[in-house]
């Protein structure tokens, strides 16, 4: 059997120290190393970044081992493959010559090749009379046994941050997750508490992150994100220590829920100035009651009424049914009526009907509106007009005990065709100073 010497490449190519290198470590194979050739190729794919080598050459790489006849690249064997460029061509799908001859040159490069040049550069071998090979000229498969080792373990390492990084991943969502919910809960059930300033931070740290993600830069990441959830943790657990001090099995009542899942009095927060004792949470349940039956609501629920003066026919689009949302009307007049919903827009102004619908969410988490009330408004009024009575609640917030409520209230009206939005843009736009035959 022929054993690798040190060679010089064929023609115009020049001889690099680290092909020179390659070849002395490929002399130094000991002939009882084997290993299985497909298990060090698939390491290969793992580390092909660590390698610097491409997809396109490993598969170059895995024709030329296809031609070895063993399955086991062994120490004790002629590792040299010497298939024509038009036989490599076939075994790679068609690639075109001109690309071949430039991934065999970076595998060389990257010293998991060694050429073995014969005298005029073809790629042949010379047999025996009994048909054994005497001599191969082509591609040396020996670098790929002596590295066998090192390949082996930088695919572990690739394999390792590959895992890490998936960990991390996940972590992040689970906190992302936890620390939207956290917020959402406490502005939905009416805390006291800086939480938009939290709601701020979790923006600030979720458009930090990185959008190429590796374990070094996602770490960091992390961190921050799991100090802001538990600064977060901290400020509901005092609230729940304050509202409840005297928490005991006697007090299970408290805990009870009202069955009708639409229940205004389980799906939106009170806000009422000062806080009643039982009689006033009778209250507040036989209200909502009445507003599932139809009723209107009690001067408690809202001091700025709904029932604004009709204008005369014509002036205004009036529904025609209750799946028949009203047609929006002029921006410039919303904008004129509802000024301080202006604020809340991209980059602090509204200039479309997108950036008013996109402020509308940002006003509904701050009002502490629940996602289903406003879904249920967007369905009967329309976005655009959903959005726009979100804009007069908070121009009147002051004058609202339950935001969420008096939406709701609001949708159910209507869906009866009682209530039109032009009143109430009129009224805003008197109450602003702006004479109505302008806001039109």
Same mark, same amino acid.
């Given at each position: 059997?022929?054993?690798?010497?040190?060679?010089?490449?064929?023609?115009?190519?020049?001889?690099?120290?680290?092909?020179?290198?390659?070849?002395?470590?490929?002399?130094?194979?000991?002939?009882?190393?084997?290993?299985?050739?497909?298990?060090?190729?698939?390491?290969?794919?793992?580390?092909?970044?660590?390698?610097?080598?491409?997809?396109?050459?490993?598969?170059?790489?895995?024709?030329?081992?296809?031609?070895?006849?063993?399955?086991?690249?062994?120490?004790?064997?002629?590792?040299?493959?010497?298939?024509?460029?038009?036989?490599?061509?076939?075994?790679?799908?068609?690639?075109?010559?001109?690309?071949?001859?430039?991934?065999?040159?970076?595998?060389?490069?990257?010293?998991?090749?060694?050429?073995?040049?014969?005298?005029?550069?073809?790629?042949? =071998? &010379? $047999? @025996?009379?009994?048909?054994? +090979?005497?001599? #191969?000229?082509?591609?040396? *498969? %020996?670098?790929?046994?002596? !590295?066998?080792?090192?390949?082996?373990?930088?695919?572990?390492?690739?394999?390792?941050?590959?895992?890490?990084?998936?960990?991390?991943?996940?972590?992040?969502?689970? =906190? &992302? $997750? @936890?620390?939207?919910?956290? +917020?959402?809960? #406490?502005?939905?059930?009416? *805390? %006291?508490?800086?939480?938009? !300033?939290?709601?701020?931070?979790?923006?600030?740290?979720?458009?930090?992150?990185?959008?190429?993600?590796?374990?070094?830069?996602?770490?960091?990441?992390?961190?921050?994100?799991?100090?802001?959830?538990?600064?977060?943790?901290?400020?509901?657990?005092?609230?729940?220590?304050?509202?409840?001090?005297?928490?005991?099995?006697?007090?299970?009542?408290?805990?009870?829920?009202?069955?009708?899942?639409?229940?205004?009095?389980?799906?939106?927060?009170?806000?009422?100035?000062?806080?009643?004792?039982?009689?006033?949470?009778?209250?507040?349940?036989?209200?909502?009651?009445?507003?599932?039956?139809?009723?209107?609501?009690?001067?408690?629920?809202?001091?700025?009424?709904?029932?604004?003066?009709?204008?005369?026919?014509?002036?205004?689009?009036?529904?025609?049914?209750?799946?028949?949302?009203?047609?929006?009307?002029?921006?410039?007049?919303?904008?004129?009526?509802?000024?301080?919903?202006?604020?809340?827009?991209?980059?602090?102004?509204?200039?479309?009907?997108?950036?008013?619908?996109?402020?509308?969410?940002?006003?509904?988490?701050?009002?502490?509106?629940?996602?289903?009330?406003?879904?249920?408004?967007?369905?009967?009024?329309?976005?655009?007009?959903?959005?726009?009575?979100?804009?007069?609640?908070?121009?009147?917030?002051?004058?609202?005990?339950?935001?969420?409520?008096?939406?709701?209230?609001?949708?159910?009206?209507?869906?009866?065709?009682?209530?039109?939005?032009?009143?109430?843009?009129?009224?805003?736009?008197?109450?602003?100073?702006?004479?109505?035959?302008?806001?039109?």
């Amino acid at each position: 059997m022929e054993t690798d010497g040190i060679t010089t490449p064929f023609g115009r190519r020049a001889m690099t120290l680290g092909m020179l290198a390659s070849q002395a470590v490929a002399k130094t194979v000991s002939p009882e190393a084997s290993i299985d050739k497909w298990k060090l190729y698939r390491w290969l794919c793992e580390a092909r970044v660590k390698l610097g080598i491409s997809d396109r050459a490993l598969s170059v790489l895995n024709a030329l081992m296809s031609f070895h006849p063993k399955t086991e690249l062994s120490g004790g064997d002629g590792l040299v493959v010497f298939p024509s460029n038009a036989q490599l061509s076939l075994r790679t799908h068609g690639m075109a010559e001109t690309t071949l001859r430039r991934h065999l040159a970076a595998l060389v490069d990257s010293g998991l090749l060694t050429r073995r040049d014969s005298p005029n550069g073809k790629r042949y =071998v &010379r $047999r @025996d009379q009994q048909g054994s +090979i005497g001599e #191969a000229f082509g591609f040396s *498969l %020996a670098p790929l046994l002596a !590295r066998a080792g090192e390949i082996e373990r930088l695919a572990a390492e690739v394999t390792a941050e590959r895992l890490l990084l998936q960990r991390l991943r996940e972590r992040v969502t689970l =906190v &992302r $997750r @936890d620390i939207a919910k956290l +917020i959402e809960t #406490a502005l939905e059930d009416g *805390l %006291a508490g800086d939480w938009m !300033r939290y709601e701020a931070d979790y923006r600030r740290e979720v458009q930090a992150l990185p959008r190429l993600r590796t374990p070094e830069n996602l770490t960091p990441a992390l961190a921050a994100l799991e100090a802001l959830r538990l600064e977060i943790l901290k400020s509901l657990e005092q609230h729940i220590i304050l509202q409840e001090p005297d928490g005991n099995a006697g007090h299970t009542e408290r805990h009870k829920q009202n069955s009708k899942p639409e229940s205004i009095y389980d799906l939106e927060p009170s806000f009422e100035t000062k806080q009643g004792g039982k009689g006033e949470a009778r209250r507040d349940r036989s209200t909502a009651r009445r507003m599932e039956q139809g009723e209107k609501p009690d001067a408690r629920y809202s001091q700025w009424p709904v029932d604004v003066p009709t204008p005369a026919k014509g002036v205004y689009p009036q529904p025609a049914n209750a799946s028949d949302p009203q047609k929006p009307y002029p921006l410039g007049l919303v904008l004129r009526a509802c000024p301080e919903i202006v604020a809340f827009g991209p980059g602090g102004a509204i200039s479309s009907w997108r950036d008013l619908m996109t402020a509308a969410v940002v006003v509904r988490s701050m009002l502490a509106i629940s996602p289903s009330a406003y879904e249920q408004a967007c369905a009967v009024l329309g976005p655009e007009n959903a959005a726009t009575v979100l804009g007069c609640i908070l121009e009147r917030s002051g004058h609202i005990n339950s935001a969420g409520g008096y939406l709701r209230d609001l949708t159910r009206r209507a869906e009866r065709g009682e209530f039109s939005l032009g009143p109430m843009l009129m009224a805003l736009t008197r109450t602003n100073g702006v004479p109505a035959k302008q806001a039109g």
